[in-house]
Structures are given as C-alpha cells and as structure tokens.
C-alpha cells in the first residue's frame, strides 16, 4: 500500500516495545461479536493509482462538463473563468494539508489570509466585518436568521419571495426545529420585487427580514427604504447575495443598510464543482460582532512586538462555550476562502469592476436576441448578468431538449419551484463573461427551434 | 512589493536601544520571509486578470455602485510571491508530523486531488438536467455503498457539509422519528468528553443536554447512565472510539439500553478512522454516525475546511433522512430525489440541510482514498494507526503522565496530562516547545476531562522513523518541563512569530483592514 510506511519488521519491533503479542491485542477491548477477522467481504481489495484514475476517469466522462458547450446556468452557482494561478497557489501544501490555525506561531500564512478574505469581503459586501467563512451561501443565510433571533430576542423572520427556494428550503427544515417562525412563498412573474410589501408586513415581533439581491428571478433593487423600514421596528435587515461579482457593478447591500449580508462566494475562485465545496460569506455590522457564528480572525502582536494573526472570540463558539455556542459550526471552508480571496487579489478593484460590466453587457445581449425568439420575451426592467425568460411553454421540458442538442440553457422555474404551475413557463439564464456571442446565437437558434 | 513592511524592522525598534544582532532591515531571516497585507502592496488601480473586451459604463441608474471599494490589486506575478510567501509561514503534513489528537492529519494522496479536477466533476453544475450528471451520481452512489458497507448500517446521507453539520443531521433525524412517534423527548445524554460541538449541535436543534459520567478509566459509566435513562431521554451521543483513545467497550450494552427506552443512539465518528475495516459501528447498535471524509478518508483540511460529513443511519431513522439524495433506478442510472418527488419516495424525510448535493469535490477525493486502500488497505489504516498510536504511549508513558495508560491499549491516539510538571509549567509550554523542534503540537487543553490533556494522534501515514525522532523530541521536552527549563516558557524562539497576544485580540477586536 503506497501510502502506509511501516514495514512487516517496523510492526514487529513496534509490537514488542508495545507488549502486545499481535494487532489483535491492541484491539481487545471490541467486544467479540462486533470484531472482524479478515477484510469486509464483498469489496474490492486495494488498487493502483494507474486504475483509480482510469475508474474516475470514465466516470467523470459520463457527464457533460459546463465547458463543452454553451452554458447558461446560474440560479445560485456561477461559471466564472478562474485565473490558472488560483489553483496552483490553493495546492501549495502548506496551504492544502494545514489544519485550523489553532498554533498561530506556525499558521500566519492562513491566519493573515484569513485576515485579508475577511477585510476583503467586508469591502465587498459593504459591511464593517466578515467570518472567515461558513459551509456554503445556504447555510449562512440560515445562521443569519438565527443570529438575528439572538440580537432582537424576536423570533418571526419575512422571506422575500426572492430568495433562493433552496436557501428558503433549508431555513424551513431548521425553523421546524428551533420554534423559528418564517413567513415565506414562492415568487411571481413580475418585474418587481416584493419588498415594498415586506416592508408594510414587519411588526414589533418580527427579528429579521431577508431579500435576496440580484434576487432568484435575477432582479435587482434598492433595499434602502426596507432597510429603514426594519430599522424603525427593531427589526434587522438580512442580504443574501448569491452572486459576488455583482458587487462590482451594483451598490453593496451594506451600503444600503442591511445589517447582515450573508453570501455564496463560490463565484470567485472555486468553480462549479458540482454544488460543493462552496464558501459561505457572513458579514455584519461591527456593534453585532460578538453574536456572529464561525471563526474569526483578528490582529495582534506577539511577544517581540510584531504584527500576527489569532483566531479570537472563540468564547461565541462550540469548543468553548459548548452548548451556550452562538453556532455548532466548528470546520469552515477555509480552502475555499483562499481560492476567492486570491482571485479577489487578482481582480483588484478595477479588474471586478471591469469583469461585472463584462458580465452584464453579455447578459444583455444575451436577452436582446433570445426576446427576438418568437413567443418568448424577458421578465425583467433590470437585471445584473441573470434573467427569467417566460416562454410560451413549459420550461422543463425545453430545458431537457436544449441538453439534446447540447446546450445547457438555464434552470427552469419547474425545477426550482416544482408543483408551481404558474411559474412552470419561467427559464432562468445567466451570462457570465464565460459564454460567447456565438454561445448565445447557438442558444437563441436552438430555443426557436424548440419552441416551434 | 514597495511598501516596508510594518510588521518586520521598523527604525524604532533599535531606537529603544539594545542592539540585537538578529534584526535585518527587511525583517526577513534568509527564508523566513515577511510578508505585508495585500492592503499595504496592491492598489485599487492594479488587476491581475487581462480581459478581451471594453466594458460600458452600464445603465443602472441609483444602483450603480459608484463610491469606492477599496479592494486591492496585484499582478499575477505579485500575487503568486504574495501567497507563496504567506505559505511558507504555515505548518502542514507535507512538512511533517502532525500530531493533532482526534483531527486525524495524515497524508493527502495527489491523486485525489488530480481526481478532483476532472472537468467532468469540477466543471459541471448542481442544477444541470439529470441526465447530463449521471457520472456525478454514479460518484455519489459508489461512495454512499462503501460508507454503508463499511459501517454496516442501513443507509446514509450524503449532503451535511462537514461533521458538526453532520452532527445536526443525525440528531434531527432522532427529532424526526420521535415526533413521527408523538413523542416529545428533550433530553440528549452527552459524555464530558464529547467534542464541544456535540452539546453544540444538540442545543441548535432544541435539545437540553446532560452529561454523563464517566469511570476513572475513561469510559462511560453504564451503570450511570442507565439509571438516567427514560421516557424523557430522547438519545445519547457517544463518540467511539472516544475522544481519551478509548474504544467504548460497553457500547452495544449501551445502545441496547437506550433502545430499550426508546432512545436513539448518536455516534460521533470523528475517530472511525481507528477502527475502519476492522468494526463496524452498525453491530454495536448505533443509529446515526457522521463521518468526517476530511479525516477517515483524507481529504484535505486545507486550513480550516472544507469537510464533508455523510451520515450513516439505521433502518429506524433512514426513511428521516435529508433531501435531496441520489437513488438508483431498477432501469438503470440515476434520479436525483427531490421535495418534487418526496412524497412518493421519501415522504417522511425532516427536510433539506444545504442547496445542493454537499461537498462533491470531497466525494470524489475519497472515493479515489477508498478505493486506492481497498477493503484490505483499510483495514491496514485502522491497524496501523493504532499501533502508531500505542507505540508512542508506550514510548513516552515514564515521562508524561498517562492518565488512562492503566485502561487497556488506547485506539488511535494517546493521551496525557501536566501531572508531574515543574512549578509554573504547562501543557501549553510543552506544545510551544514542540514547535521549535520542527513539529505541529498535539491538541492541547482537550478533552477537558484530563487536566493539561495532550491529546497525541500520528496516524498511520507515519514511518517508525518518524516517531522515534518525535518521541525523542518530545522526550527531551517533557524533562525540560519537569526540570523547570525557563526558555520553555518563552518558546517558540525559532518560529515566524512568538506568543501571540490571544487575550489583547479579543479585547480590542480589529477584524478587517482599517488603513
């Protein structure tokens, strides 16, 4: 086995300084009747790295990559070109196989780039602080709900119809739980959000309110009069941003008045993979630090004087405070918080600025020639680099004859919404700077086709 | 890189008088490389990415984000120097031994990580039409029946993020069922000893928490327990083998008392690593138990995250697992099983944890780490990581307190406490020395049932080479610490920084940038 060192003699010589007779004696203390005596059977013994990745191989060739032909889904996961450096740097070793800074000594490297993720997202975002990271956009947009709970002791939260149906998903399961009550539905085909609703709908016991912003349908709107709206009931306004590189064109929802503003920062760094790993982006006002979930790195000085890094305010978390913990999140994606921060880096904020108007240019080019497609036009008055279609049918089953021909053309609100017959002829598309004039022709030729 | 850096040589600094000899004008000490914050070196002008096209100025009208950022940018070149520079001040199991007690840091094969890169899973998305992911599926699929027949359970989910949210799976699992009872059970029992995010998880999910005592050979105590056990004890969680070392041996005799109760029993499998190939935790009664790819199967921790924790459940608590998880057709291929079609196919399931499908980068690293060992291979982890593990309780026991060495061998890592230290000395000095000597400390300060605990896990990826060098090494430490060697105190001297002012950081917070 070419990853385990220890030789037949190595055993041996370790047995006897042990004063164990055998392996077996190590393991005295499995009862009997739970002990196995040979490898589990029915499973293939070990194998060659030659026919590991022969094996992977075929597999991963079963699926259509995003890149092997035009390609235009979003819906809360973005294609976005990754510079090659980002993935080199993410595989230096001492970054790939460190552990929690927990010795910060010998953890500067991640616990100054922590530092700088957390300075850079809070920039971004247009907050005073961020985390150093929470498992994805879902999970943070969950925390945030619960983290408001604390600070207003109210325990009521108002969805906006806008939000991701999965995020709205997964705050349901936990609210089942916790005696969190949510006020959610699902959206309607209109251009305009439903925040001036949601702001009439806030009352003396409501903790939060939570819009999303560029919002699932791809809107966008000003926040600034719900956020007053929540202010003047003691209410908190929560952003949930699934696209970061909106940020570079559009007013951050900090700047707006929101005090929290969680995120999806997969856009930035880390690629599609297939859902996951992602990186959860959790920002706040300075005054709500101490109620924040996750870790969070902080500058300080050491014996001689020198700037270093700490994690610090780990009294909020688990291994301290056990179960008075502001969150049981303990690992974080700290990986993928390198990946975007160093993609961040490269950008600068020329560079995010240049590639968000990019983003958007192509996304409305993109909906000037898919509305020329006969029986199809555009939902929305503004958008950022995603819009909803509304077709003449069905999406779904558009969506599956697109893939036929090989493009992969938005996520239809029948997957996202199923059941909801009224949104079921509603296509999501997104356009990043990935997807080319000729990508959109193909797709605009192929939709007219489909639908004829 | 322009800019002086403020954390190195600052001209006032041999101001204050005394001239030591070590200070350089750069701050640097040959390869021990300073390096300044991207806010110090980058400018809001600079970008390292060239693009094709000329953007417009967009027509956003009050939306328009027109004040300042202030993100920084670097050139491609800059920014490789800058984050290779930031690397070399980290410690990693690419250097060497990495001893964190029940963190599990052992190699991280390159081929998982080549694996992981294939277009076909790094480029696709979560939400593309089914039947152009069915090799992502068939991943997911393999890796669930190796997860299942090697922990001989029933079924597992796929999705929890990393282990505490694995931890939140399992126990509103344990919610759901007991309410598809008409049960209303708060209780959960967890052993002093449990990781912290054990009570964590099980106050999240509205449970109150009660300790359970444990022998003074570190185990759970049965008869305690069982005399708290009732109508009220919704389960326990055990973590097994347990976080002193130890494997529970009364578990089954545990999980067969709960049951009769009608609780449920939580195991926390961060340790499944000591025993993968050679038990499986479903003979021993256990209902739900997370495992943490990133250490029984070796996806990287890459600092802090990602994980990956699926959970392994029993036939009783199966039909609450989460959505959306991936079935295999008597057709052939794969469906994804979503709200859409849970009514039909998993009407009972508690609800959905995450977006997506979990962490598919990290399924498809440990598929590659499963099956390069095989069911051979596996099992050899599990032996050789508990006798790494005895071998280096056995080899420091006479000069570190072992304070469960008289309980049998201990499972995959060995514990020991401050006993017998100098005057004014402590495990977190031992830990400092550690690293002058070139390694990464074991965990400190846990579990918090042994004072001082040194908590020493080598994993099987270790050669005897390298554990004799670092018990050497850790000899010679521990004689410093009972000898009352003051340089201790201020170690490490040979590390990029020394002590870091912890509790001046989390008086004065200064979370981001503020220049």
């Not at chain 1, 060192?5 to 006897?16: G, I, V």
């Not at chain 2, 070399?88 to 080549?114: V, W």
Request: glycine share 10%; charged share 20%.
């Amino acid at each position: 086995m070419r990853y385990l060192p220890l030789t037949p003699d190595d055993r041996s010589a370790m047995l006897a300084t042990i004063g164990a007779a055998s392996i077996d004696d190590l393991f005295a203390d499995v009862p009997a009747e739970a002990r196995l005596d040979g490898p589990i059977a029915g499973l293939p013994p070990h194998a060659s790295e030659l026919a590991v990745e022969r094996h992977m191989g075929a597999l991963a060739r079963r699926n259509r990559a995003a890149g092997d032909g035009p390609f235009f889904l979003g819906a809360g996961a973005y294609r976005h070109h990754v510079p090659a450096s980002v993935d080199h740097l993410i595989q230096r070793g001492e970054f790939l196989t460190a552990y929690t800074p927990y010795q910060p000594e010998i953890a500067q490297g991640t616990l100054q780039m922590l530092f700088e993720f957390q300075s850079q997202v809070a920039r971004l975002l247009g907050t005073d602080v961020a985390n150093a990271s929470m498992y994805d956009g879902s999970t943070a947009c969950w925390e945030a709900i619960v983290m408001a709970r604390r600070i207003t002791k109210r325990a009521k939260a108002l969805l906006s119809t806008g939000v991701h149906p999965h995020y709205r998903s997964v705050a349901r399961t936990m609210a089942k739980y916790t005696g969190d009550v949510l006020v959610d539905g699902d959206p309607a085909l209109e251009a305009g959000t439903d925040w001036a609703a949601l702001a009439a709908a806030i009352d003396k016991d409501t903790s939060c309110v939570v819009v999303q912003y560029p919002d699932i349908l791809g809107r966008i709107d000003d926040m600034t009069a719900l956020a007053e709206a929540c202010q003047a009931a003691g209410a908190l306004l929560i952003a949930v941003v699934t696209e970061p590189v909106a940020l570079g064109l559009i007013k951050a929802p900090g700047e707006m008045g929101a005090d929290i503003v969680v995120g999806e920062g997969q856009s930035l760094g880390v690629g599609l993979q297939f859902g996951g790993p992602y990186v959860g982006l959790f920002a706040c006002k300075a005054k709500y630090v101490r109620q924040m979930p996750g870790r969070l790195c902080g500058e300080t000085v050491d014996a001689n004087g020198k700037r270093g890094f700490v994690l610090t305010l780990s009294t909020r978390e688990q291994h301290i405070r056990r179960e008075k913990a502001t969150s049981n999140i303990c690992t974080n994606s700290g990986l993928c918080a390198l990946a975007f921060s160093i993609h961040m880096t490269l950008l600068g904020e020329a560079g995010l600025r240049r590639l968000a108007a990019i983003n958007h240019d192509r996304a409305k080019m993109a909906a000037a020639e898919l509305a020329k497609v006969p029986g199809v036009s555009v939902m929305n008055d503004s958008f950022f680099n995603e819009f909803t279609l509304l077709l003449p049918a069905a999406a779904r089953p558009v969506v599956h004859t697109l893939a036929e021909k090989d493009i992969l053309g938005g996520v239809s609100l029948g997957r996202l919404f199923p059941g909801n017959d009224a949104l079921a002829n509603g296509l999501v598309v997104a356009v990043t700077e990935t997807v080319t004039e000729d990508d959109i022709a193909a797709f605009a030729a192929a939709l007219k086709e489909v639908l004829a | 890189m322009t800019a002086l850096n403020r954390a190195g040589w600052r001209p006032e600094m041999n101001a204050a008088g005394g001239a030591d000899d070590n200070v350089t004008f750069t701050g640097n000490r040959a390869l021990m490389l300073e390096e300044p914050l991207i806010f110090e070196i980058g400018s809001t002008e600079t970008t390292g990415v060239d693009f094709d096209e000329a953007a417009s100025a967009g027509d956003l009208g009050g939306l328009a984000r027109s004040a300042p950022i202030g993100l920084p940018g670097l050139s491609e070149s800059e920014t490789v120097r800058h984050y290779t520079r930031l690397s070399r001040q980290n410690y990693a199991i690419d250097l060497g031994l990495f001893p964190l007690g029940s963190c599990t840091m052992k190699h991280n094969p390159r081929l998982n990580e080549k694996v992981a890169r294939m277009s076909g899973f790094a480029d696709a998305h979560p939400l593309q039409p089914q039947e152009t992911v069915q090799g992502a599926y068939a991943v997911i699929h393999e890796l669930a029946e190796w997860l299942v027949t090697l922990t001989g359970m029933h079924s597992v989910a796929m999705s929890p993020k990393a282990g505490a949210h694995g931890e939140l799976c399992g126990i509103l699992c344990i919610k759901a069922a007991l309410e598809a009872r008409g049960e209303d059970r708060r209780v959960l029992l967890v052993p002093e000893s449990a990781h912290g995010t054990n009570p964590a998880t099980a106050a999240f999910a509205g449970f109150s928490v009660e300790d359970i005592p444990a022998t003074s050979e570190g185990r759970v105590d049965l008869a305690a327990l069982k005399a708290r056990l009732g109508p009220d004890i919704a389960g326990v969680m055990i973590t097994n083998p347990n976080t002193c070392g130890l494997f529970e041996r009364d578990m089954k005799a545990i999980s067969d008392a709960v049951h009769a109760v009608g609780g449920y029993v939580y195991c926390d499998g961060a340790n499944f690593n000591a025993i993968v190939g050679r038990v499986r935790p479903g003979d021993l009664g256990v209902d739900a138990m997370h495992i943490n790819l990133h250490k029984t199967f070796s996806t990287p921790h890459g600092g802090g995250g990602p994980g990956s924790g699926p959970v392994v459940l029993s036939e009783a608590l199966a039909p609450f697992a989460p959505l959306p998880f991936v079935a295999k057709q008597a057709e052939g291929g794969f469906r994804l099983i979503e709200e859409e079609s849970a009514d039909e196919q998993h009407p009972q399931s508690f609800g959905r944890m995450t977006a997506f499908h979990g962490q598919m980068g990290m399924f498809t690293r440990a598929l590659a780490y499963i099956l390069s060992h095989g069911a051979d291979g596996l099992k050899q982890v599990a032996e050789d990581a508990v006798l790494n593990a005895n071998y280096l309780l056995r080899s420091l026991d006479d000069v570190l307190d072992a304070p469960f060495g008289a309980s049998g061998p201990c499972m995959h890592e060995a514990l020991f406490s401050d006993r017998g230290l100098a005057e004014g000395f402590s495990t977190l000095d031992i830990a400092k020395g550690l690293i002058d000597e070139g390694y990464h400390p074991m965990t400190v300060y846990f579990p918090l049932v042994v004072h001082g605990a040194m908590l020493v896990e080598p994993t099987e990826t270790e050669s005897k080479a390298v554990l004799d060098q670092f018990i050497g090494a850790l000899r010679s430490i521990a004689m410093r610490a009972k000898n009352g060697d003051p340089a201790l105190k201020s170690a490490p001297h040979f590390a990029p920084r020394a002590r870091l002012d912890e509790t001046g950081a989390a008086r004065k917070p200064v979370l981001a940038w503020e220049g």
